[in-house]
Nanobody, 123 residues
Framework: QVQLVESGGGLVQTGGSLRLSCAAS????????VGWFRQAPGKERELVAT????????NYADSVKGRFTISRDNAKNTVSLQMNSRKTKDTAVYYC????????????????WGQGTQVTVSS
């Protein structure tokens, strides 16, 4: 069982930066791949970025490439999402999720989810 708690959400103006964090419980965090997903009102949950168990492989949605960076610190059981050059279309609830084993890009393949953190980008 893994428990995830996101933090760092809030209100930011377009072009600004924000850093989300996801804190995980458990002593085997390094065996879990992690993904960040987001869901805007009236839309389906979509992939933002993923990172492999040891952080060697990262993947990004085309809409955030070059603007967002995912990273992890297994010693601290945390995963971060640095978001730069924010756009209004980035407004959504952001979730982190984990799964044991290899990293994948599909939300349905992730077993544990945090409660989400709201990010609002204003123009």
């Amino acid at each position: 069982q893994v428990q995830l708690v996101e933090s760092g959400g809030g209100l930011v103006q377009t072009g600004g930066s924000l850093r989300l964090s996801c804190a995980a419980s458990g002593r085997t965090f390094s065996t879990y791949a992690v993904g960040w997903f987001r869901q805007a009102p009236g839309k389906e949950r979509e992939l933002v970025a993923t990172i492999s168990r040891r952080g060697g492989t990262t993947n990004y949605a085309d809409s955030v490439k070059g603007r967002f960076t995912i990273s992890r610190d297994n010693a601290k059981n945390t995963v971060s999402l640095q978001m730069n050059s924010r756009k209004t279309k980035d407004t959504a609830v952001y979730y982190c999720a984990t799964r044991a084993g290899l990293v994948v890009q599909t939300a349905g393949e992730y077993d544990y989810w945090g409660q989400g953190t709201q990010v609002t980008v204003s123009s």
